[in-house]
């Protein structure tokens, strides 16, 4: 430490009073040159940027750091949460950045817990947010292994596996710190496509004292403006194509989040298109627009897939090719041209007969309508069949899903009884949520799917959704953010039963943060995502369910402060469970039997393509024919 544990409190105090290090510094009340450790430094350097929030699990990896939390968390100037495990901390992080616009640090040991912590940013660095990760690792003196470092005679091997994932600096020279935080923010804060940056740590040095460290130096938080094309050419190009084709479709990935609804609808009337939202887009339009054609990919809707597959001019917004957006390549079927607005210039360029126009969705829109109404272009006034033919396909949707939430419940051979089918039981929570202006989160598999087929959400930023990673146990540890949030929001984790109990420590977690929330748990007893697909594929399952029976009830109520509910076999038994949830203050929890049989009525469908297993030959085949 340095110098005294006075000194350290002093400085702590300084910044709380003054509101922040520069403003410390500014004020006079804290010297510009400072002898402190580097984990001092870090948490002043982080403060800098405006993080102030800690999640995650101590080690002997991280013990200085933890004593040097611990006396600014008792000044007032951050705040430190400890959880149960390190994947929770990262999804709890993740959901933070992605719900609440908040920035966080997840802290770890060396080796194992590191490790989680890693996987776990698939999550950011799949859905573009930005998150710290620091992280405990080997001395720099190389006196022999550390416990639970990488045994291998090799330097740095940490810092070659986190380098794979994102940004990575191993904090090898405690002076690095400022170029290290520079590189950080840059990635943290991105407005391109931020994603998470690993600091590390080594456990030699983060009590390392730094003489005369200029608090000065530590880099603030980048601002970063809108950028679109400049000039008039390439929006004349595309004002060219959207002349010249008949049937145009916008397509929009997470990237269109912040577009203004009004600006896109304008641009949809003027080009007479239709949308389609991918699986984690939703609520960019609402979803009564009566040109929304809901979601589209490889599972899909009958409205969406059809919409992709006869478009000829496809406009994309802030899209990734995942199979899962574009059914592995092969959406595009009719397709002559495309014009893709994102902020990635691979990301732009992806396809063949792509007009790229690299800039921000909002900006390069907004440019784009600017140039409809000074041409004076509104084909809608001239009425195709192109939007009328989309929405009939749309009734045709809605009225399916109408007919499967009527089959309210089927026989199931495990449960010996009629119990809900999945997609009433979801609809059903949704309803609720909606009725209730909570957030809803859902996790991978097989709840996930059929969830994005249900939702229609009216805003963005009601539905959180991990399709990039499809992390199974996100949803159940993501909730927790709430209980760390400034501004916190009633929230609803849908999980299936395999995806719980990747994550079961939320309900002890919530408990110690006083998470007000809800998790609905349901329970096929089985991969129904994988098993379907094992089905369709060779026509066996195999592995992919089980015949333990859990109460999960119990299993929540053995946490003092959990709300345990069962959900029961009808709509109405689920409706009262919700309504007896809700009002209480903490984490509820509501155990829902669901159908996990291969009847009709079990599911939505699937609407389009996916290079999986034996499929991928055909899949393949089609998306070179097509040539994109």
Known sequence: MSGSDSSRISRARAVADAGGVTEAVDAGTLAQYQDLSLSEALILGLLVQGVKKYIGVFGHGSTDLGEALRVYEQAGVVR??????????????TALRWHY????????SIGPGALHALAGSLVPQSNGMGVYYLFGDETTHDEGFNMQQIPRHEQLSFLKLTSVMGTAYALHTAEALPAALRRGANTVFNP????????????NVQGQIVRQFNLLELPRKPRFFPVAPGGDTAYEEALRLISDCGRILVKAGNGAR??????????????DGVFVHGPSAVGILPGSNARNMTVGGSKGSISGNWAMEHAELVVSIGARAVCQWDCSGTAWKNARAFIAINTRAEDAAHYNKTLPLVGDAQLVLSELVRFLREADIDKSKTGGTWVSECQRKREEWDSFRAR??????????KWRTKILTQPAAIKTVVTFADRHNAVKYFDAGDVQANGFQIIEDEEPGWTITDTGASYMGFAVSAILSSAFADSPEYSIAFSGDGSFMMSPQVLIDAVEHKLRGMVVLFDNRRMAAISSLQLAQYGHEFRTDDSVEVDYVALARSVR????????????DLETALEKAY???GLSFIHVPVYGGSEGPAGLGVYGAWNVGPWCDEVQREKHRLGF
């Open 101 to 108: 616009h908040e920035t966080a640090a997840v802290f770890t």
């Open 258 to 271: 912040g577009v203004d609804p009004k600006l896109l609808d304008e641009f949809l009337r003027r080009t």
């Open 583 to 585: 009002p209480y203050e």
């Open 192 to 203: 391109q496509q931020a994603g998470p940056c690993y600091l590390l740590m080594p456990m």
């Open 404 to 413: 499967q939430y009527e089959v309210e419940a089927l026989f199931d051979a």
């Open 80 to 93: 430190v949460f400890n959880v149960r495990n390190e994947v929770e901390a990262s999804h709890a992080a």
């Open 561 to 572: 402060g959990i709300n345990g509910l069962f959900g029961g076999y009808t709509r109405a």
